[in-house]
């Protein structure tokens, strides 16, 4: 199997050994082979923990459709000791939210948009779903000159952007 050929992952099978063995190829020095067929990604999946998860869940729904995200899985409860634990993505999961009996501590994520318009859209849409305005969609030539993005806090105070490095 290539390295980045796919293959089971730890929830359905053997855990993904190659991906494993190149990365670990890497930190001892090696080049890393061109990734095809997609953009390398630095974090695979990642979550929170929200203090009101029909809050939070409606919340994402709403923000995070007009960058290709839905909501695509609950984890049954018996997995997750009763607690509820959603996932979103575009096809797979890759930003969890978990119920828990106190909000993780606030930080800042960025969702990557395709478009300058898709972040205009989602923050327009996480502004209808309730989260407060951090920063208008715009540019943020401070960062770089193509960098145009958008903040919202969502209902735990996270500062969620929408970001988009093309030009124009």
Known sequence: M??????????????????????ARWAAGASLPR????????????????????ASKAFYDAALGPLGLAFVFMVPPEHTG???????????????????????????????????????????????????????PGLRPHYHSGYYGAFVLDPDGNNVEAVCHSPG
């Open 2 to 23: 290539e390295p980045d050929a796919g293959g089971p992952d730890q929830l359905g099978g053997a855990p993904c050994r190659p991906r494993v063995e190149r990365w």
């Open 35 to 54: 990734e095809t067929g997609r953009a390398r990604a630095l974090i695979d999946h990642f979550g929170i923990d929200v203090s009101d998860f029909g």
């Open 82 to 136: 009763g607690a509820r634990v959603g996932r979103f993505g575009a096809g797979r999961a890759e930003f969890w939210i978990s119920e828990a009996d106190r909000a993780s501590s606030p930080i800042h994520f960025a969702f990557a948009a395709a478009t300058r318009q898709q972040v205009r859209d989602f923050h327009a849409a996480a502004l209808a779903a309730g989260g407060r305005d951090n920063g208008a």
